[in-house]
């Protein structure tokens, strides 16, 4: 029979390769959905021309002040943005 030393020993050595394992199993997952989301990204065609009319945003009844809704919607043209960066 070994020592109780020798047992924690073991049981440490082959904990810490699991988890060794665990972290790179994951390290090279992330690295690969990085990449798939790099090379899959869809293509950005060219710009819409500035000199086009604004489109008419039809009023379904909600009645939402108009700075609200000038706010909500610079934010949502400067997420767009800086996900298209």
Known sequence: MTSIFQQISDALG????????VFVFLSILIVGVKLVAKWGAPVVC???STAAAPQQVP?????????????????????????QA
Do not use: F
């Open 46 to 48: 060219a710009k819409p």
């Open 59 to 83: 009023n379904h009844g909600n009645n939402m002040e108009p700075q609200l809704l000038a706010a909500i919607t610079a934010a949502i043209h400067q997420y767009r943005n800086r996900a």
């Open 14 to 21: 082959i904990m810490v390769l699991g988890m060794g394992l």
